[in-house]
């Protein structure tokens, strides 16, 4: 999730920055038919933040037009998914996070010049090329009196970002300023962008006829020269203006995903499935769905509310009012985000939930694993010929969403096997976590771990999401997305 900041210089915005940001420190198959109207891309696993901040809102720009079918081959790294760009005249390929808690899609700008602040990951190893506008023949500068800018920028006044940019008043009641948007400052949970408004052609394959290659004229995306702790590029998939189904005109129909598991992280030949347009909400009435919450804080956020989460066969656990509604201030709810990894829950129904699997489960606890991952259950897990796939006796869980939706989990979506099997023994750790701040914002977020081997649609035409446990692997195969 992002929340934007209006400052003009990137040297203004780092103190800003340092000054308070260490406060918050892929199916079942997919069915044949139809394919009009839909985009289906791969997607690569990648690693994301944790996302905890507000973004602003905005009127919503007409959306460009309605996209075609369309299919992308993508790739997958760890801890998260990314999607290639194919960005500019000539193309430049940029590999971004899937971000479904965030609007604004951004690529590093400058092959000389990106700097990441606090990026220890991308120093050692650069995850992506960056984009250079001046290799671009296409690309252009946004205006200042673009929605995209006024959006950007948070304003209630439309002429502000023109001012910033040096408009004079005549200029600005007439709209006849062309000048360039100012530069931005965008905040997620706990980093930080700054760049500037860039338009350029995108490029998609599509389907048909023939695989034939089509171009979307005049995206617009973030530029961005400096970061702070986001050493790669972000589509997002929000429900803003600025995000990428809003400007590909998806945000009236919807889309889907099947992630695949972390194991498949850094294989070249499978991507996981991402499917946009009626090819992915039609025919899905198969899958159980529960409801959008409409936040009046966050807009641009799909939410949904959590009841009760079941251990094994245990009693469900009644989990607290603010993770299935909102309180008079708008705060509450659980978000579902592709772009935070591990599913957050707030305190003390995360503790209740530890002290129930504590009570479930009879292995030994790795508590040296603990201190070392910052995972707060560990367990020595028997594990005959060193062989992963036996060590799976571990109580299932259960989420139960409104509108009685009931998702189990597969097995490698709560507890994790942190190391090689030794011994006999594999150690396995749950990958869920404390929400910090829960009494502002979202009470709880639904990250990308626990959506592994699940097909996920957000059916946005009839503002809902909806579940169904699924072999991803079966349905990347299905859509062309495994080398043979």
Known sequence: MSSFMNMTTFHFFLLFVFTLIFEKSHAREIRNGDRSQSLVLGLTHSRAAIPTQKTASNSAKKPAESMLDMTEPLKEIRDGYIISL?????????????????????????????????CDEYGKNKLSASFSPSYSSSSSRD????????????????????TMAGCSLSTLVRSTCSRPCPSFAYTYGDGVVAGILTRDILRVHASS???????????CFGCVGSTYREP??????????????????????????????????????ISSPLVLGDLAISSKEYLQFTPILKSPMYPNYYYIGLEAVTVGNTTPTQVP??????????????IIDSGTTYTHLPEPFYS??????????TYPRATEVEERSGFDLCYRIPCPTNNISLADDLPSIT???????????PRGNSFYAMSAPNNSTVTKCLLFQSMDDSDYGPAGIFGNFQQQNVEVVYDLEKERIGFEVADCTLSAISQGLQKT
């Open 209 to 219: 006829p023939n695989n034939s290659t089509r171009e979307i004229p005049k995206l």
């Open 352 to 361: 209740q939930l530890l002290s129930v699997l504590k009570s479930a489960i």
């Open 86 to 118: 194919n960005l500019g005249t000539p193309p430049q390929v940029i590999q971004v996070f899937l971000d479904t808690g965030s609007d604004l899609t951004w690529v590093p700008c400058g092959n000389l010049s990106f700097e990441c602040i606090d």
């Open 143 to 162: 205006s200042c009196s673009s929605p995209f800018c006024i959006n950007i920028h948070s304003s209630d006044n439309s002429f502000d970002p023109c």
């Open 232 to 269: 790669i590029g972000i589509a997002g998939f929000g429900k803003g203006p600025l995000s990428l189904p809003s400007q590909l005109g998806f945000l009236q129909k919807g889309f889907s995903h099947c992630f695949l598991p972390f194991k498949y992280a850094n294989n070249p030949n």
């Open 321 to 334: 009012l603010n993770l299935r509604e909102f309180d008079s201030s708008g705060n509450g709810g659980m």
């Open 399 to 409: 989420f139960h969403f409104l509108n009685n939706v009931s998702l189990t989990l």
